[in-house]
């Protein structure tokens, strides 16, 4: 046998004597077995067979730290979609049901489950009758068109007419 064949790299007596190798220049006392035999470029073998297991121990641990991640993230999502959902926000108009939706089907991809999404209201909030000096807090969209130089009804950055 070789002694590529033979080196572990996720073993730490191996790596250790590797370390003995690297900053005295010869192996451990009785730490290569008699008949191992050394092939040429056997120093550029061992040390690509580290390499890979290195990249292995990183994309193992990254691994289960984006599960953590993904989790955290679900949960966030999870009480942006509560709040959406509330009444007075996913019932005010239609912006906001599709936005509601929107964040419902997200969690869809994210738990792999079926979603549930909210159903139009027969009346929006917006379109109730208001109290006499009650203003509507969204502006129409004739405002919102003004307010952003026709973007997106028209080309970015141009003025309005």
Known sequence: MDIVKWFDPKNKEHLSAYCHLKENGF???EFIP???EFPELWQVSIMWKMAMAWIDHVNSSSK?????AVESKIKKLQGMIDLQCSDGNWNYD?????MANGMIFA???LN???PKYMTAPDKWLIEKEQ???ARATRPTPEAE???FGGFPFGKRGTAPK
């Not at 289960?64 to 953590?68: I, L, P, T, V």
């Not at 239609?94 to 599709?98: A, Q, R, V």
């Open 107 to 109: 969690m869809s991809v």
């Open 34 to 36: 008699e008949k191992i």
């Open 27 to 29: 192996w451990p006392n």
């Open 145 to 147: 068109r003004k307010d």
């Open 112 to 114: 792999g489950k079926d």
């Open 131 to 133: 109290p006499k000096g």
């Open 94 to 98: 239609p912006y906001m049901h599709g």
């Open 64 to 68: 289960a730290s984006e599960g953590d």
